[in-house]
Structures are given as structure tokens and as C-alpha cells.
């Protein structure tokens, strides 16, 4: 009987084991570079925030978007160069993308169009990030009877003690700098005048580039485009007699104008071939000559900073932990092939502990290998001061950095737990042993042995800045505080080097590298993207959590709040809308 159980258990084993390599043997043959034909138009469909690190793919199942910036990138890169590529159609739709990012697709689509070939952007019922980043497109189509949501912008702050003080939690908060507000969130009711003036800075500044934008590709001024706005033309034919769309047509006719302009205009001409995006991305950079012998790496440091569990690799995946990223960046330092990197990043900052591991880990990097730091949407606090090595930094005119800083805030939940019917009785010994209880509230001997820490803290920021930037800390200080700069009001204050995004950052590193500036590089990704078995062996049920949560408070960097402890973090949660 023992015989035949072990049978039929090796029986199923085999099975279940012969379905498994035939599934990665179909996926690894899907995975095949793809053929593009002639007369094919890029597809590139825009959708949600547009993640700088690759995603999980999960074949056959996922239907969420896979590209990144970098893929976009790469991926007009090749198109301009591919003979069989023809021209590219946008089909950008619920974009959450920031505005650093839709500045790179406009840079983009820009460099694309220098090509020659056509560039066509059909929207469904767009709001001003889709809009904005059409006007790079040739022309621009609509349906006869869609809508279009450029009504400006407004940027929203939500608030969180009304609600707290129903539930009876308070939060206790110290900060080192002027603007450094972040806790205000949980201890006021509406903004203060110090976040005022920069969320006012901020959103003068986004609106006059998004202006800007549409007044170059839609050849008008700031002021015309400013007052078309103001007038609030939302429906297609409005929006059409105003010049801000070419076309209203339905989406079949705008495919048929583009045959037409090409030249394809009977059968024997032959029809146009539509290539996602995602399947060209797999499209070797080399078979159109977009790759060469040295090869630079572009390493990606996205999420909120936390030290992260190193017995736990799937703690990596939504965070910028530490210890996955230092070990990345020591990986990409010990590699004899990689002649320059360009480090990447998009975060708000975190716990201060981690953010000097991985200060130190880019410091030692930056040893290694000519460096150049390349700013996203947000690199700020802590995502500043990782970027504090010296090094060339360059950001979009819409990136929000600076925001140096130091924060701590911790809960009093007594009046939450007297609601419950809950009470807590203690024996201590030391002074400060109840400095983080979230049972009582500090007092002025805690309060003051915080505010000693954070302030040397502060101060430690504010060197290592001085000493990167070459400057003094008397001179850093002014512009620190913990404001939060757009990447052009940074520029001007010398926060950060260039303006730009990843074309001028690659340049940048070539030049440090000593690679001529017309030999074209192989450009490496990391983290690579993971695959399926990644996913079947790393995650656990502590990441279904974080999904939950994920979604629930989307941007808002909860990984560092939740880790507690001093924090080098943007003072706030903007939606600019």
C-alpha cells in the first residue's frame, strides 16, 4: 500500500512538474524578440502612473500596464532609428504619471518627431495630463462629441484631525526647519501660511510650464492659452475653433488620415501594422542600432525609504529599502562591463537610517564609476539627500525636490483607548523610557532630548548637502528649511546642475566616462523585471497587506511611516489636478 501511495505521489509530482516547464517553455518562446513588419505604427498607450521599475508580468493573466519611463524612452529611441516604423500614434488615457514624467514622454515624443516620421495623439475625454502631453504630437484628434477637462489646476492637501480627534489620537510632532510641516496633516485642519506659500510656489510653477507646453505645440502664446482656459471650453467643437485640437474624428477616420499621409492609399500600397508598445519594447536596442560596446547602467531607486528585511526580498518590491538597494548598487560597482551609471530616482524620502545607508552605498558607488544622478517626479528629503555625492544631478523643471529637512511624530492613542474601555498602567526606569509610549504625552525634558536629535540630525543634512553642492552650510541653510523646490526653482538656487531628463543625464555620464558623444551605448536596466517564479516564491501574506494598503492611500508613503523614527520625508500629500 506504501508502494503504491509513493507511486501515485510521484505520478502527480510529474505531472505538476511537466505542466510547469512546458508553461515556461511557452512563456520563454513568447519572450522571443518580436518581428516588426513594414509599415508599422507604434501604439503607445499611456495609461495609470507610469512606474519607473519595471513590474511583474504575469503572462496571460496580468492585463495592467507594463512600461516604464525608461521603456517609452527606449522604445521612441528605437522607433526613430526603425526603418519599419512609420510614425507613432498616443493613446494616453488616465494618466496619474507626475510632472516630471510627462515632461520626459513631451522630450520624447520631441526627439522622435526630429526623425521626420509623424507623430498622431487621439484622446478620450482627457484632463490636462493627457492633454498636455499631446501637444508634442503632430496633430491632434478628438471624437466629435468627447470632452476635454483643461480647467487648470488645483493641488489639494488633505487633513486628518477632525477625524483624529472624534477617534480621541493625537499625533506629537517635531521638525527641524521652517517648512518642514509634515505632521501638519495630522495636527491641523487646513493649511499654514509657510505650506501655503509653497504649495502656491509649486502650482505657479507646474501651471506656467503646462502653459508653456501648449502655447509651443500648439502655436500660441502663454497668455492666449491662459485665457482660452479661462473660458472653459469643454466640449470638442469649442475646443477645435479655439486651435487646441486639429481633428474631430472618430477613431477608424484618424487611422485613415494616417495611412492616407503616408502614402498608403489603396490596397496594393499595403495597410498599416499597429505594434504596442509593450511588445516593441522587446525589441533588441542593437537590430536598429541603438546599442553599442560600453554600456551604461540605469539603476532605479523608487518608493518611499525604509531599511527594509533582508530575510525578506519581497520588501524590496514597493519600497526603496536599504538593504536591497545598497546591495544593487554594490552589484552594478563590482561589474567590470559597466563603464558609467545613471542613478534614478523617484522618492519622497523616509526613515533617516536608511536613507544615510544608502547615501553611504552611493558615495562608495560613486567612487567606482562616473556617476550622474537623473531626478523623476520627486526626489526629495530623503530622496535628496541620497543624491548628496557630489555628482551631476538633473531634474525636470516640474520635479519636486529639496524638502531638506528632519521630522518625528509619534501617536498618543490615550483617549482612543479610554473610548475602548482600554487603560495601560507602567513601571519604568531611565529618564526617557517613555519617550515613545503611545499611551502618554511628552513632556518638556522628552521634547527637548527630541528636538536635540533632530536638530543634529538637521544640521548633519545640511553639511553633507554644503559638501556635495560645494558650497557652504550657511549658504545651503537659506535654501533648505525643509521646502520643497521645483526642479527649475532648485536649478536657480543650486540645488540641482541641469535641467533635463534621461537623454541629457546619458550624455552626462558618457562625458564623464570619456565615451564619445556620438558613439551610441548599450543602456543596462536595474533591477531587471522580475518574473512569475519571483513572484510565486517572494511574496507573502505580508504583501497582500501591503496591496490593501497600497491602494488605499496610493502615493502617501506609508512603508516609513509605519517604521516610525526620525524622518527625512516630504512635508506633504499633493494631488495637483
Known sequence: ???????????????????????????????????????????????????????????????????????????????????????????????RAGWGKLQELRQDIAQFRKSGKPVYAYLHTPSAREYYVATAADRIYLGPSDQVYLKGLRAEVMFFKNTLDKLGVSIEVEHAGKYKDFGDQFTRSEMSPETREVINSLVDGIYGDLLAGIAEGRKKTPEQVSAIIDQGLFLAPELQKSGLVDELRFEDEMWGELKSRLGLKDAKSGDLKKVKAETYARVPAESVGQAGKSRVALVVGEGDIVRGNPDSPASDEDSLTSTGFDKLLDQVGNDSSIRAVVVRIDSPGGEVRASDDIWRAMNLLSKKKPLVISMSDVAASGGYYMAMTGDPIVAYPDTETGSIGVVFGKPNLHGLYSKLGITKDAVQRGKYAAIDSDYTSLNSDERQKLQHGIDASYQDFIEKVAAARHRTAAEIDPVAQGRVWLGSQAKARGLVDAIGGLDTAIEMAKKKANIPAAENVTVVSYPARRSILDLLVRRSQEDVLDVRLRSIFREMPFHAWIQGGLLRMTPYWITVR
Do not use: C, Q, Y
Not at 518562446?29 to 499611456?46: C, D, G, K, Q, T
Not at 508580468?57 to 529611441?77: A, E, H, I, Q, Y
Open 1 to 95: 500500500m506504501a508502494k503504491f501511495l509513493i507511486g501515485v505521489a510521484t505520478g502527480v509530482l510529474l505531472v505538476f512538474l511537466s505542466i510547469f516547464l512546458v508553461f515556461f517553455a511557452l512563456l520563454r518562446f513568447r519572450e522571443r524578440p518580436p518581428e516588426i513588419a513594414a509599415n508599422s505604427v507604434l501604439l503607445l498607450r499611456l495609461t495609470g502612473t507610469l512606474p519607473e521599475k519595471a513590474p511583474v508580468k504575469v503572462p496571460f493573466l496580468s492585463d495592467g500596464p507594463s512600461l516604464t519611463v525608461s521603456n517609452v524612452w527606449m522604445s521612441l529611441r528605437k522607433a526613430a532609428a526603425d526603418s519599419h516604423i512609420r510614425a507613432v500614434v498616443l493613446d494616453p488615457e488616465n494618466l
